[in-house]
């Protein structure tokens, strides 16, 4: 009986490892390009450009209850030839999964912080 139990938990937990690391949010390590010399990693966009651009991002956040995941819009400006922090403001107890970029181009004048979105530029 006990070399079957052995046997079974040497089956079992890299099945489950597998199944575990699988299952890992996919933002997490995935490069997104919104506009051309614009990208976007772990919650940071950089703007390679000589134009300020205006970043949307939705985020799908992981479930904080099982099956209902949560949608949180964030906006962030990103002027030239900077790194900027997007974030994600998932709600306590769920991860950010998902993140859809999006990038249009706005010259205009940053408004003061803050300016009802989040993000910052080193």
């Not at 139990?5 to 995935?30: D, E, H, K, Q």
């Not at 998932?90 to 249009?104: D, I, L, Q, R």
Request: hydrophobic share 40%; net charge neutral.
């Amino acid at each position: 009986m006990r070399q079957r139990t052995l046997a079974m938990l040497g089956i079992a937990c890299p099945m489950f490892a597998a199944a575990f690391v699988a299952a890992a949010p996919y933002a997490a390590a995935t490069d997104y390009q919104p506009a051309p010399q614009v990208s976007c990693n772990d919650y940071w966009c950089r703007n390679d450009s000589d134009d300020t651009y205006r970043i949307d991002a939705t985020v799908q956040c992981g479930p904080a209850f099982p099956f209902i995941p949560y949608y949180t819009n964030i906006f962030a400006y990103l002027p030239p030839h900077r790194t900027t922090l997007i974030g994600s403001n998932c709600p306590k107890g769920s991860v950010p999964e998902v993140v859809t970029y999006h990038a249009v181009i706005d010259n205009r004048p940053i408004p003061p912080w803050p300016f009802a979105g989040t993000g910052s530029s080193i």
